[in-house]
């Protein structure tokens, strides 16, 4: 089984990346599926679907299968993996239909059925096992931290659709929380205000990109207050308009679940044991995910916990490389490590 090429996925709400261990990162598209509503025959993923979303005739329809980090729909999910598989496996693995071994990252806090539905989504997508892996311990390895060692170290993973907070030693989880609170929460939030403040109706893509040009979780100098021109509908005469938001704004807008996700660590931090929180307190939080990108939430996170704070270099990809290098680690992992062998026999 030499050519077989063992495969690292990160099954995101937003974004679904696979990782090889000699080719890197090979694949980051949006989760998103299209199909023809009747028929349900499966017409693009990924990139091409993603430009179809909020944008397709009747007989069309395009879907994230995985919302607020949980499996929504099993058999889009098993579709999904299995046409991003072919997509990069070439060569005699795909020639000669060799089955890799798959490191799927889940959300913590998935319940076993959804555990057993990714699970058999990617035995039926051809994988000869495959492994699941709690997400913040992936974005622990990814982010380069020695997680195998007896020491504590804190990540928090902020995705699309949950917010993953995991005091992490010896290999495994020690305290964690998952909140569905995380980037889409962000985007409602502001569509909210928006509402609320200037009865203008906007979009889930424009709240996004409001929220990644000029958003942030606190301000700190008068340097950080950008300003961005947004086009919606007016709910008062139902014609175009056009307004101006300030960073202000959305700090304003996401204070609440920004407010949530502090609250969070918080809540964690207190259920440590004190021996791990000194380490965490030496060695300092470490963010990632797209959500912790949003400017100035690590300088929040630091001023509300007293502790250093700092966002990993590769937030977005962690994960992702975090299931490729668990490949490797399977010894050290096995209690953290939930496997097909053993769970969808019976
Ligand atoms: N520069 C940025 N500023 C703020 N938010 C950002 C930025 N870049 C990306 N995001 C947000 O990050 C989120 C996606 O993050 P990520 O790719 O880590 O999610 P995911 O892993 O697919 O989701 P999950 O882990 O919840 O399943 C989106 O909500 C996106 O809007
Ligand atoms: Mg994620």
């Known amino acids: 089984m030499k050519f077989v090429e063992d495969i ?18 090979v694949l980051q598209e949006p989760s998103v599926i299209a199909m023809a509503r009747d028929t349900k025959e499966v017409m693009a993923v990924g990139e091409e679907a993603y430009r179809m979303l909020g944008r397709t005739p009747g007989n069309i329809v395009a879907v994230r299968p995985i919302k607020d980090g949980v499996i929504a729909d099993d058999a889009l999910t098993e579709k999904m993996i299995e046409m991003f598989m ?24 998935v319940t076993d059925v959804e555990k057993r539905a990714v699970l058999r989504a990617a035995i039926n997508s051809s994988a000869r096992r495959a492994y699941l892996i709690e997400e913040p ?10 997680i ?3 020491v504590g170290s804190m990540i928090v993973d902020i995705g699309g659709g949950s917010t993953d907070i995991a005091v992490i030693s010896l290999g495994g989880i020690v305290v964690s929380e998952s909140l569905r609170i995380a980037g889409n929460e962000f985007d409602e939030s502001i569509i909210r205000y928006v509402r609320r403040k200037e009865n203008l109706m906007i979009g889930d893509r424009t709240a996004e990109e409001i929220k990644v040009k000029i958003g942030a979780a606190m301000i700190t100098s008068e340097e950080d207050i950008l300003t961005a021109e947004v086009r919606g509908r007016d709910l008062v005469n139902g014609l175009p308009k056009t307004i101006t938001l300030t960073t202000e704004d959305i700090v304003e807008a ?3 679940p920004v407010t949530r996700i502090v609250e969070g660590v918080k809540r964690v931090l207190e259920t440590t044991p004190p021996e791990l929180v000194s380490d ?3 060695r300092g939080i470490v963010m990632t995910g797209g959500g912790s990108l949003l400017r100035q939430f690590d300088e929040l996170l630091r001023q509300q916990t007293g502790i250093p704070v700092a966002v990993a270099e590769n937030a977005i990809e962690a994960v992702a490389i975090g299931t490729g290098m668990a490949l490797e680690m399977i010894p050290i992992l096995r209690h953290a490590l939930i496997s097909s062998d053993n769970y969808l026999r019976r």
């Open 86 to 109: 072919s997509k990069v496996r070439t060569g005699p693995n795909k020639l000669f239909g060799f089955k890799p071994q798959l490191m799927i990252g889940v959300p913590s806090g």
């Open 148 to 150: 195998a060692e007896p």
């Open 137 to 146: 311990l992936a974005a622990a390895i990814g982010a380069g931290l020695a």
């Open 280 to 282: 965490i307190i030496d």
């Open 8 to 25: 690292g996925i990160d099954l995101g709400t937003a974004t679904f990346l696979i990782y090889m261990k000699n080719r890197g990162l």
């Open 254 to 256: 996401l204070s609440e």
